[in-house]
């Protein structure tokens, strides 16, 4: 199984809802990520995950909550977005290394949450 | 400066042309990805490279270190290649930074 799984595929919601987006892998990856892809755009990282801990964050504003409960999932909990955060947000996994994703590893994506926030 | 630029950014192809997609960087990278998008948005991992060639099926990734530079080669190429082409870079220093360059869209008419 190589597949990488996002739910849902779509989201529509208001300014002041909290939704969750949901990533998960059955590979035994231990490194995952979280991308912020506008239109027209390359992807953008937002997170990462090393052994169920978060070990990157490039800044990314606090109305963006990502979690790890376990080595197969990863969220991101949304609160308070702005209509400048819609967008498609992509999860990946890759098979990582000991602290950090230290090893080069090719990155398996999953399919994508298109995000609206009216 | 972008520390990725790809070239080009449009290319439109007919069925069976031997396709060339280039990357430029400019920082000391530990790896390049080539990655691959269709429309809708489902991102696909072509070729993680440090140096030399990579081949898979009609697609090949070679990487210059020296000249900080890579290509994505397309042979025989179909209307089902037609797709966005990425390159990113990753970088190991006191933190991971992996760049993406702004792609280059390929369509290929049968």
């Known amino acids: 199984d190589t597949e990488v799984t996002q739910t849902p595929k779509h989201l529509v919601m208001g300014m002041t809802n909290k939704k969750s987006l949901k990533c998960e892998q059955h590979?035994?990856?231990?490194?995952m990520y979280w991308y912020k892809q506008k239109a027209k755009k390359p992807p953008e990282l937002m997170f990462v995950?090393?052994?169920?801990?978060?070990?990157i964050n490039e800044s990314v504003p606090s109305r963006f909550s990502p979690e790890c409960p376990n080595s197969s999932l990863l969220n991101l909990h949304l609160h308070a977005l702005q209509p400048e955060d819609s967008a498609l947000y992509l999860c990946?996994?890759?098979?990582?290394?000991?602290?950090?994703?230290?090893?080069?590893?090719?990155?398996?994506f999953g399919p994508g949450t298109r995000l609206t926030v009216l | 400066k972008n520390e990725v630029e790809q070239s080009p950014q449009n290319l439109t192809a007919q069925e069976g042309e031997f396709i060339t997609i280039n990357c430029s960087y400019s920082?000391?990278?530990?790896?390049l990805h080539w990655l691959q998008q269709h429309p809708g948005g489902g991102i696909v991992s072509l070729f993680m490279?440090?140096?030399g060639k990579k081949k898979h099926g009609r697609l090949i990734a070679t990487i210059n270190i020296q000249e900080k530079h890579s290509s994505l080669h397309i042979t025989a190429s179909h209307p089902r290649d037609s797709a966005v082409y990425i390159c990113?870079?990753?970088?190991?220093?006191?933190?991971?930074?992996?760049?993406f360059g702004k792609g280059t869209l390929l369509t290929v008419n049968p």
């Open positions: 990946a996994s890759s098979q990582g290394g000991s602290g950090s994703p230290r090893r080069t590893d090719t990155q398996y």
């Open positions: 590979m035994g990856h231990r490194a």
């Open positions: 995950y090393s052994y169920e801990k978060l070990s």
């Open positions: 920082v000391g990278i530990s790896a």
């Open positions: 490279l440090s140096s």
């Open positions: 990113a870079v990753e970088i190991w220093g006191s933190n991971y930074k992996l760049t």
